[in-house]
């Protein structure tokens, strides 16, 4: 039973492609996220919607757009991808305020 | 600035023995803390959490710590054993921000030796 899913678990793609990643709670969730984590581990929040609506919209470039078709899913759409946006992502999920669960993560390679 | 900070990047110890993986935060206003542990290749798992009114925690094997004063947090871990071997994350949520935004720290590899 995962709680938190996401897909693809890997992707590799050629700069300037256009990539989605999904996510899938099945938690009861009422607020999802996006994180970003680099290749030295550090973990930053990219999004946040609670109910299908954006509550949190970190500095990133507008190339990244959040989907959210309803509130147990909340994709992630990348445009013309670049050599830094080669990393992991994550989605989490979360019903009380801070305690967040997350996926087991994307690994996003742009060659 | 906003910063969540680990002392040591990588703790290595025996097995059985106590770990300590301490954390420094800047934001005084900041009222809730996680610790998290991601093993190789997996998600962020939560461990434990504290409030700011709470200087003290316990779970199962792990206990946090809180001290406001210094603006320091630590987790320590009894008897560690090798399934202990993972990256640590503390995170805060400041008081000034009405979301549910967390700010996560660095990171520390504890490593667990036989």
């Known amino acids: 039973d995962t709680a938190v899913s996401q897909t693809p678990k890997y992707l590799v793609t050629q700069m300037g492609n256009d990539k989605s990643i999904k996510c899938e709670q099945n938690l009861g969730h009422d607020t999802m996220y996006w994180y970003k984590q680099d290749s030295k581990k550090f973990l930053k929040i990219m999004f946040s919607?609670?109910?299908?609506?954006?509550?949190i919209n970190e500095t990133v470039p507008n190339r990244f757009s959040p989907k959210s078709p309803d509130k147990a899913h909340l994709n992630l759409h990348i445009n013309s991808l670049e050599l830094g946006d080669s990393a992991v992502y994550f989605c989490?999920?979360?019903?009380?305020?801070?305690?967040?669960?997350f996926g087991p993560g994307t690994r996003l390679t742009v060659l | 600035g906003e910063s969540v900070g680990l002392h040591l990047p990588t703790l290595s110890v025996q097995e059985g023995d106590n770990s300590i993986i301490n954390c420094a935060y800047s934001?005084?206003?900041?009222?809730?803390f996680i610790w998290y542990k991601q093993e190789s290749g997996k998600g962020p798992q939560f461990i434990i959490d504290i409030r700011s009114n709470m200087d003290k925690r316990q779970g199962q094997r792990v206990t946090v710590l809180l001290n406001k004063t210094v603006k320091h947090l630590s987790l320590q871990i009894a008897a560690t054993q090798p399934g202990d071997s993972a990256v640590y994350f503390c995170?805060?949520?400041?008081?000034?921000?009405?979301?549910?935004?967390?700010?996560f720290g660095t990171g520390t590899r504890l490593q667990v030796f036989p």
């Open positions: 919607y609670n109910n299908k609506e954006l509550i």
């Open positions: 934001n005084s206003a900041s009222d809730y």
């Open positions: 989490a999920s979360s019903q009380e305020l801070y305690t967040q669960y």
């Open positions: 995170a805060e949520t400041p008081r000034s921000y009405n979301t549910d935004k967390l700010i």
